[in-house]
């Protein structure tokens, strides 16, 4: 009898035991028959990479695993395949490199070398392998979908969705879910084949000091003066209203030399990203249409059918026409009478924590990726509870812009494989670019580098906590306002033989060399130039440009006559400013979001 008691105690103290360690690690991962039929060692190295490294996600825990285990089968037999990736240095993408792609090699077993480089330099990479047409030193690019017209034209890129449906079917995650991303359209070329993965996307949003704007006496005052509220700028009226008003009116805030408005202007290449990154769409330079006007986009250039037939006005373009011009002599005039007098001279890079040090009250170019670098505590534009003194709005619009026109630029850095590489480096490639947007891991690389690229993380709980210490980023993102702002599209058809035209030309208006309507006629027709020698040469494939011949152009006055872009120039390009309530703008955004 007392042994048999002994027994029970014994047996009791066991399962008590049991019971104690179960509430302690938790159950026991059962996910799906993948992870299930892998060793007991994998499965533990999964169970420890999804604790350590993932543990927010908008998938289960048993999700997860289970999605994890397909990439371990699908990368068996391609175990110790070394591939090479570059992108651009942002946070998003250290966090790739520094987590992701040490998690992607010890699951498969495919060691990942993922370099970041300036975006110039991930540019010229991806222009070396494709002169070379062969294996090149890297195996895959996270490079903007600014490049989608050349990448659907040159041949160089893999068409990822033929790819899916052909030889990389049994390497193509089932549950990667396409139609949870949120910028599939931008990475469609004119054929409408998928030709890249969104990796990474932010905004170049209108940035504001709520705090100031809500202030009394500021509101009172700016009413006096302009006879309208102190709020978010519908239009660039309204924003050089304000810009004068606190660079000119208001001048001190609390001891501190203020400015109304906030940008740069060094001759350098980051200039031409200033420009080509929509400013035209936001004054309304092109036509209707989104993700981009057609037929003519926001770098002026007209597209007939799939073939680029020009930029200057006389070709049917807009590059040099009046609402360009208005919109680099804006540019020009803000810079020179409301910014901070050093921003002529600073390069993006250096313009960019400028409004982080609390004496710029507004800016009409902003991009969301410095939202992190913006929301740290300690900084002037940031509460002690760690809710920031500032929030984004969307960018106003300029006079000649009209409904139906996107109105900002979304950059999505997006995976690009090459075409001409060895099977199993395309394999391996795909599979850690998937492995990087999977649902498993995007939730936690989202929060970390605020880079949203799926609909289900900005829905997630997570994200609805962290919204109010983000100043609007999710609740734009969310909106539907967010399919106004795009990439340049596919009316370009060689990005880095385009792009290479702008800031030269730019940095000749800012410094007073030329005027601003001779600085757009020099690069509209070096833009013209470009494009016979894209067409002479057959560097865009089918889709190549197609240039009238001289004596065939019908003269700027026959195209300004017609409708649509180019447009004729208005006879009053400043009509009266129009501002919204912040709290109003976000129950615009609440209705029509459901």
Not at 2 to 18: G, R
Not at 32 to 61: C, M, N, V
Not at 100 to 109: D, K, Q
Not at 526 to 533: F, G, I, K, M, N
Request: aromatic residues 10%; charged residues 25%; glycine residues 8%.
């Amino acid at each position: 009898m007392y042994e048999k008691q002994q027994k029970q105690e014994t047996i009791m103290n066991k399962l008590a035991l049991l019971i104690g360690l179960t509430l302690l690690i938790g159950p026991p991962v059962t996910a799906g028959p993948l992870f299930e039929s892998l060793s007991g060692e994998k499965q533990s190295q999964i169970r420890t990479l999804i604790e350590d490294h993932f543990p927010d996600s908008t998938l289960s825990a048993d999700e997860q695993a289970e999605e994890l285990a397909w990439f371990a089968h699908a990368a068996s037999e391609l175990k110790g395949t070394e591939i090479s990736v570059l992108s651009e240095q942002l946070p998003t993408h250290d966090y790739e490199a520094e987590v992701l792609a040490p998690a992607f090699s010890e699951l498969t077993e495919i060691p990942v070398t993922h370099d970041r480089r300036p975006e110039g330099e991930v540019i010229r990479q991806i222009n070396l392998q494709r002169i070379m047409a062969a294996k090149g030193r890297y195996d895959a690019f996270v490079n903007d979908s600014d490049m989608i017209g050349t990448h659907s034209r040159s041949g160089w890129a893999l068409a990822l969705s033929d790819y899916m449906e052909g030889a990389g079917e049994a390497f193509t995650l089932p549950t990667l879910s396409l139609e949870d991303f949120i910028g599939l359209e931008f990475v469609t070329g004119p054929d409408g084949k998928m030709y890249q993965l969104p990796d990474q996307q932010f905004a170049n949003l209108y940035w504001f000091r709520y705090d100031w704007f809500q202030r009394p006496e500021l509101r009172v005052r700016f009413m006096e003066r302009y006879g309208y509220e102190l709020g978010v700028p519908v239009n660039w009226s309204a924003y050089e209203d304000i810009a004068e008003f606190f660079t000119v009116h208001v001048r001190e805030i609390d001891g501190e030399r203020v400015y109304g408005h906030m940008d740069y202007g060094k001759r350098d290449p980051s200039l031409g990203w200033r420009f080509t990154d929509a400013w035209f769409s936001m004054a309304g330079a092109g036509d209707r249409g989104i993700p981009n006007g057609l037929p003519v986009d926001e770098w002026g250039i007209r597209m007939e059918g799939c073939h680029p037939v020009g930029s200057s006005v006389s070709r049917g373009g807009a590059t040099n026409s009046p609402a360009a011009v208005y919109a680099l002599a804006k540019y020009i005039d803000w810079l020179q009478r409301f910014a901070p007098p050093e921003a002529a001279n600073m390069t993006f890079s250096e313009a960019g924590p400028v409004p982080a040090r609390g004496q710029v009250a507004q800016q009409i170019f902003w991009y969301t990726a410095f939202t992190s670098d913006m929301a740290k505590e300690g900084l002037p534009v940031v509460n002690e509870d760690g809710t920031p003194k500032w929030r984004m709005a969307p960018s106003p619009r300029g006079a000649y812009w009209q409904e139906g026109m996107k109105l900002g630029y979304q950059d999505v850095g997006a995976w690009t494989i090459p075409r001409a590489m060895g099977s199993n480096q395309q394999k391996a490639a795909w599979l850690y670019a998937q492995f990087t947007v999977s649902r498993t891991v995007s939730l936690q690389k989202t929060l970390y580098g605020l880079t949203p690229i799926r609909l289900s993380d900005l829905e997630s709980p997570q994200m609805q906590e962290k919204a109010p210490t983000l100043g609007g980023l999710v609740e734009f993102y969310r909106s539907p306002a967010r399919t106004a702002w795009s990439p340049t599209g596919v009316n370009v058809p060689d990005y880095p033989r385009l792009a290479k035209l702008w800031w030269p030309n730019i940095a000749d208006a800012v410094t007073g060399k030329v005027t601003p309507q001779q600085a757009l006629d020099n690069l509209a027709a070096a833009q013209d130039r470009t494009l016979s020698v894209i067409e002479r040469n057959f560097l865009a494939g089918d889709c190549g440009p197609k240039m009238a011949k001289e004596e065939q152009l019908k003269d700027a006055d026959w195209w300004l006559a017609q409708p649509g872009a180019p447009k004729p120039r208005l006879r009053n390009e400043k009509p009266p400013g129009k501002t919204i309530r912040y709290e109003d703008l976000l129950k615009q955004w609440d209705v029509a979001a459901k």
